[in-house]
């Protein structure tokens, strides 16, 4: 029987014929079904073979009302309403738990299968959850709905009079608003509504396409005009979504504007493909206005410098040199000192730049190579750091106490290191603080028990939500809790963080030990002990890398909780013999975290030290390597501010800080002996 109905579930996913599956001729399930391989799958996006998998187990489980949810929704994703709607029509005779998103997901199969004034009577019986996340959805379905149907005059009332009266406005409101005007002939109404919609963060080109596709492309780009192009893509490039900005530049307009040029090679440069973005600034730079050319010069020194040309120093002194007013004219001069690593021109950068934002990173760079020679001076330009704001303030605390250590005078130094770490917050620099002076305790503490005296708002749903695994649908009712009780926020992310760390960094003022979840925890302490890591080491890694985020892409491409490269994972799944291995399978956190704490034990192995590690995690073996034959027998203090990579420059403190919290909170007494050493690199 298991293998007839699999075979009919296969014939049916990839043709139109009708299946039906006879419940009454399955005897009843003996044991618990197991979603997760579904889940994944469904997860991962993987909708056919999630469908398969719930499908089969159908014929085992037909009363599970999971399971046909589940197969309800896999269909209703591969574009089978058809099918889609029995199994949710069965799910909501079974169930009496989530019955607002199988009533929501069964409109949406109707709608999607013709069925309209089906789809109205399945939102009328989801209008009855008044508190529910899928609420605003079915009501914008109506919208769309009647609008189908013809009925314009109902589009409007009903957007106005239910929809917004409840839920916020959005770019696709904006859209149905407009193209009922355009079906009415009232077309100036239409084209006013359009500039509203135009220059919303939702309103991407799939809404334009939408509107050309009803009132005419050709007519919806007239009313496109080159300022409003100009600012999308402003508005763009500060959220920076450099995908969004380059879409937006080829579709309207002419790509030879300079202006339009202009962003386009800014949004091409963080997106890294700097030979395309050198070719855009060139061609525009002689034809923009003087402040914004400034910063195209700016930018293509940028790029030499990280293409490793060497008239990187000649295309930044063009830009003080042509432009002293500019307000890049500053950072320009610093680069070229950086790059030449000239003390001396950092000194001059002070004299002539009094008022820029950078003089105390110039104190610093000035100090800092005081430092590496031991010469005593170097506290003359760390003291005035000592003013600033927190950031400059350990830091030059830190190292002027380092400074004074190393000429002689360790008991004064570990005076103000103590007087500092005892009225300060805690950073990297008093974690390295700790080396020295012991007896200030790491002030973090759980502070769970006080939070979770009442209920949670909807307690059942989350519950119910968590025990099926599909992520879109736990990621909706978060949101939906966040904005309608924002007072519960902290309880309601923390209660599910241990299995959906995912939503941390959506908490606001919360105590610091709930940024610190134990997220993933079945899966790091199975993998630690498997590769004999440190699982607080794991932990502060994967915040590191991605907050506990799942579907965490970088701009490298890197993927998941462990943040894994393409190249790096195949080198990983061959050294794990994973013969079945899908890039994809990388959005998989128990997965990820396996194939990244086996990376992070190879790389800890072949450096010997915990910081190289750290640093080629992020940098590249490559790299690191490379660094410790040029940095000698360095201090691993050190080595870490010599790092020439910013981002792993910072990403190595942010790790060390991290594993200094988990520690603390977790398993203490956090060593920091075992992090600082007095060589960085093994030879």
Not at 18 to 34: D, N, Q, R, T, Y
Not at 243 to 264: A, C, H, T, Y
Request: glycine share 4%; proline share 4%.
């Amino acid at each position: 029987m298991r293998r007839f109905v699999l075979l009919f579930v296969l014939i049916f996913l990839s043709c139109e014929k009708k299946v039906v599956l006879h419940f009454e001729e399955i005897e009843k399930p003996k044991k618990e079904v197991s979603l997760k391989e579904g889940v994944d799958l469904f997860n991962t996006m993987r909708f056919k073979k999630s469908a398969v998998f719930f499908l089969k187990n159908l014929s085992e489980f037909p009363d599970d009302w999971r399971l046909n949810f589940l197969s309800g929704l896999s269909l209703l994703k591969t574009g089978k309403s058809e099918y889609a709607k029995r199994y949710l029509s069965r799910a909501i005779e079974l169930s009496d738990e989530l019955k607002d998103y199988i009533h929501y997901y069964l409109a949406v199969a109707f709608f999607e299968n013709g069925e309209l004034e089906a789809t109205l009577e399945a939102i009328e019986s989801l209008k009855s959850f008044r508190d529910s996340a899928v609420l605003c959805d079915g009501l914008l379905l109506r919208v769309k709905t009647l609008y189908k149907m013809e009925l314009y005059d109902e589009v409007l009332k009903s957007l106005r009079e239910e929809y917004l009266s409840i839920c916020p406005v959005k770019a696709e409101t904006k859209v149905l608003e407009l193209k009922v005007y355009w079906k009415r002939g009232e077309f100036e109404k239409a084209k006013e509504v359009f500039k509203e919609a135009w220059l919303r963060r939702d309103f991407s080109l799939r809404e334009f396409d939408d509107v050309g596709k009803e009132c005419g492309e050709e007519e919806v780009k007239k009313w496109v005009t080159k300022e409003m192009v100009l600012e999308k893509m402003k508005r763009l490039m500060e959220e920076e979504r450099w995908n969004d900005v380059i879409s937006v530049g080829k579709r309207f307009f002419n790509e030879d504007d300079p202006l339009i040029q202009f962003f386009m090679g800014k949004a091409l440069y963080y997106m890294r493909r700097l030979r395309d973005s050198k070719e855009k600034l060139e061609g525009s730079i002689n034809a923009l206005p003087l402040p914004l050319r400034c910063e195209a010069e700016f930018f293509l020194g940028k790029i030499a410098e990280r293409s490793g040309k060497e008239n990187a120093v000649d295309l930044y002194k063009r830009v003080y040199e042509r432009y002293p007013e500019c307000e890049f004219a500053d950072n320009a001069f610093f680069k070229i000192a950086l790059i030449k690593k000239d003390e001396n021109l950092f000194r001059e950068f002070i004299k002539r730049f009094p008022n820029s934002e950078l003089i105390s990173d110039a104190q610093w760079e000035i100090a800092w190579s005081l430092i590496k020679r031991n010469d005593p001076s170097s506290v003359n330009y760390l003291t005035p750091m000592t003013t600033y704001q927190q950031k400059l303030n350990s830091k030059a605390i830190f190292w002027m106490t380092e400074a004074m250590r190393r000429n002689g005078n360790s008991d004064e130094a570990n005076k103000i290191l103590k007087n500092f770490m005892e009225n300060a917050s805690p950073d990297y620099y008093w974690v390295s603080g700790s080396f020295y002076v012991k007896e200030v305790t790491f002030p973090v503490k759980s502070e769970e028990d006080r939070y979770f005296n009442n209920p949670l708002p909807n307690a059942r749903e989350i519950s119910a939500l968590l025990s099926i695994g599909i992520f879109e649908l736990i990621e909706k009712e978060v949101r939906h809790l966040l904005k309608n009780y924002p007072e519960r926020a902290t309880e309601v992310l923390y209660y599910i963080s241990k299995e959906y760390p995912d939503f941390i960094m959506l908490l606001k003022n919360a105590p610091l030990s709930f940024y610190y979840p134990l997220a993933y925890k079945d899966s790091v302490f199975r993998y630690s002990g498997d590769f004999s890591l440190d699982p607080y080491l794991i932990l502060a890694v994967m915040k590191a890398e991605s907050s506990f985020q799942r579907f965490a892409v970088s701009r490298a491409n890197a993927r998941g909780v462990m943040q894994i490269i393409k190249p790096t994972a195949i080198f990983i799944s061959s050294q794990l013999q994973m013969e079945n291995f899908e890039l994809i399978d990388l959005f998989l956190p128990d997965l990820n975290i396996k194939m990244g704490v086996w990376y992070l034990k190879f790389l800890i192995d072949k450096f010997s030290e915990l910081v190289p590690a750290i640093s080629a995690y992020n940098a590249g073996p490559e790299n690191v390597s490379r660094w410790c034959s040029d940095f000698g027998d360095m201090k691993t203090f050190d080595f870490i501010e010599s790092i020439p990579f910013s981002e792993t420059k910072d990403y190595v403190k942010r790790v060390i800080y991290y594993y200094a919290v988990y520690k603390n909170l977790y398993s203490p007494p956090f060593e920091p002996e075992k992090i600082f050493k007095v060589r960085a690199c093994v030879k």
